[in-house]
Structures are given as structure tokens and as C-alpha cells.
């Protein structure tokens, strides 16, 4: 398993960001760093996907949702595109992964 794994390789003060990864681990916490920060995003179930879809189709008429995109940048200015959103600048950042 990735995230266990990935969880003993970090050097103190780490940082370990896990997207969308689920199921149940056991981690030996000896095995750990004494200081770190874990950072998990959770997916969703298709239905979830359809009913987001749903959701927005139905809706599209009274809220503007692709102006809620307000600005994309390339994944390597993720770090620019996290402080426009964390400083109100953006609504919502779009990553371009091409």
C-alpha cells in the first residue's frame, strides 16, 4: 500500500498529500516522523459524480458556474494559483496537467 509506504519515508517535518486514495491501513506510529503534516482528499462514488452533474445541469440557468473558474494556470504555478485562491483573488483555480 502507497500511502503507508509513502507515510515512513517522510524525514521529520515532512509533508504527505494523498488524493483520493481510500481502503483501511495499519501504520506503526514508531515508524512515523515525530513532526509532520498528512493532507487527504477524499473521491467520491460515481453516483456522487452524477448527481454533481445532475445538480449543475439542472441549475445552469440561475447560477453562472463556469464563471466560478475564474482563472487556470499550468500545473507549475500550482503554488501561485493556491495563494490567489487563499487570498480572495480567485474564486476557483482551474490546474492544467498538459
Not at 39 to 48: C, G
Amino acid at each position: 500500500m502507497a500511502v503507508p509506504e509513502g507515510l515512513t519515508l517522510l524525514r521529520g517535518g515532512g509533508r504527505y498529500l494523498n488524493i483520493g486514495a481510500g481502503g483501511k491501513a495499519n501504520i506503526a506510529v514508531e515508524r512515523l516522523p515525530q513532526e509532520m503534516l498528512f493532507i487527504t482528499i477524499r473521491s467520491a462514488e460515481p453516483r456522487h459524480w452524477l448527481q454533481a452533474i445532475d445538480f449543475l445541469a439542472s441549475r445552469k440557468k440561475t447560477f453562472p458556474f463556469e464563471e466560478m473558474i475564474s482563472k487556470s494556470y499550468k500545473l507549475e504555478e500550482i503554488n501561485t494559483a493556491m495563494e490567489a485562491m487563499a487570498n480572495y483573488s480567485v474564486v476557483k483555480a482551474a490546474i492544467n496537467i498538459n
